[in-house]
């Protein structure tokens, strides 16, 4: 299938997540078609193991290779550390965007010198992440506080983001950050975003940032595209197409999630 400007954009995830990337996609390139592929049957990826992760993602990225996208933004934290590399050398014709902890962005904003990253088992523990904290961070004298968000992903899932049982474990992680003296919260997970109502509980009236790496990835995303000549010029909205490894009623779900995402962030967007 050969790609033109008026082909759809990919965007890939173990499930949930991606939505907080794609919502900002959409918002920033409306007229812009999206196929939104979720891994909803093997989700979470956060406690599997490199190789498990990268046979995953090849199977969504084959996908949508198929739908005929013209670029893929991989909107996981977990996939980008384990398998974009890879999924560069396999596909060598397609434009991918990856998703790294924005722990450079952090470090350079913070006033107290410490940076809290919140992510998965995954992301925290792996070497990619060790190398970026240390370039980005802890070479210019800024302390990183990582805490794997175990039960997190599940809980978006779920839908859970407002159940008491969520706010309790995200006091366990942001509570010693806080005590910490973190004042920059990186959402190293794109399940997180959906759980920013809550986390905002947690931080009450303590002057942290929250950064959410969604606006920064559409720019890009948006700057790729205008670089090569991709970008529609269609003046009509894009649709949106939701497809998954995870039954229809999940994919349905998934779905009306993504909408009312959007439409908390316009809200969001309105307020500010
Ligand atoms: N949204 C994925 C991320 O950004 C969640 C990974 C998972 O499924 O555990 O890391």
């Given at each position: 299938?050969?790609?033109?400007?008026?082909?759809?954009?990919?965007?890939?995830?173990?499930?949930?997540?991606?939505?907080?990337?794609w919502a900002e996609v959409v918002r920033q390139m409306p007229f812009e078609e999206v196929v939104y592929w979720a891994d909803s049957a093997h989700c979470p990826y956060g406690g599997r193991s490199r190789e498990e992760i990268t046979t995953l993602v090849?199977?969504?990225?084959?996908?949508?290779?198929?739908?005929?996208?013209?670029?893929?933004?991989?909107?996981?934290?977990?996939?980008?550390?384990?398998?974009?590399?890879?999924?560069?050398?396999?596909?060598?014709?397609?434009?991918?965007?990856?998703?790294?902890?924005?722990?450079?962005?952090?470090?350079?904003?913070?006033?107290?010198?410490?940076?809290?990253?919140?992510?998965?088992?995954?992301?925290?523990?792996?070497?990619?992440?060790?190398?970026?904290?240390?370039?980005?961070?802890?070479?210019?004298?800024?302390?990183?506080?990582?805490?794997?968000?175990?039960?997190?992903?599940?809980?978006?899932?779920?839908?859970?983001?407002?159940?008491?049982?969520?706010?309790?474990?995200?006091?366990?992680?942001?509570?010693?950050?806080?005590?910490?003296?973190?004042?920059?919260?990186?959402?190293?997970?794109?399940?997180?975003?959906?759980?920013?109502?809550?986390?905002?509980?947690?931080?009450?009236?303590?002057?942290?940032?929250?950064?959410?790496?969604?606006?920064?990835?559409?720019?890009?995303?948006?700057?790729?595209?205008?670089?090569?000549?991709?970008?529609?010029?269609?003046?009509?909205?894009?649709?949106?197409?939701?497809?998954?490894?995870?039954?229809?009623?999940?994919?349905?779900?998934?779905?009306?999630?993504?909408?009312?995402?959007?439409?908390?962030?316009?809200?969001?967007?309105?307020?500010?």
């Open positions: 299938m050969s790609i033109t400007q008026d082909s759809p954009i990919g965007i890939l995830d173990s499930g949930m997540g991606g939505i907080s990337i090849r199977s969504g990225v084959s996908t949508l290779v198929e739908a005929g996208v013209k670029l893929i933004v991989v909107a996981c934290n977990t996939a980008t550390t384990a398998a974009i590399s890879t999924l560069r050398a396999e596909w060598t014709e397609m434009l991918f965007v990856g998703l790294e902890p924005a722990v450079k962005p952090a470090a350079r904003e913070t006033r107290s010198g410490v940076v809290g990253v919140l992510g998965t088992a995954y992301t925290v523990g792996s070497e990619m992440f060790r190398q970026t904290t240390e370039r980005y961070a802890t070479g210019i004298g800024v302390r990183v506080i990582a805490t794997a968000g175990n039960g997190l992903v599940e809980a978006v899932e779920k839908g859970w983001e407002d159940a008491p049982e969520t706010e309790r474990l995200l006091r366990d992680y942001i509570e010693p950050m806080l005590a910490e003296g973190v004042d920059e919260l990186v959402l190293a997970c794109t399940h997180f975003p959906l759980l920013i109502p809550a986390i905002r509980r947690v931080l009450g009236d303590r002057p942290v940032r929250i950064v959410d790496p969604a606006p920064a990835i559409a720019r890009h995303t948006a700057e790729l595209l205008r670089e090569r000549g991709l970008l529609t010029d269609r003046t009509s909205l894009g649709e949106s197409r939701f497809i998954g490894s995870g039954t229809a009623a999940e994919t349905e779900r998934l779905r009306k999630r993504a909408e009312q995402y959007r439409k908390h962030l316009t809200e969001e967007n309105l307020k500010h």
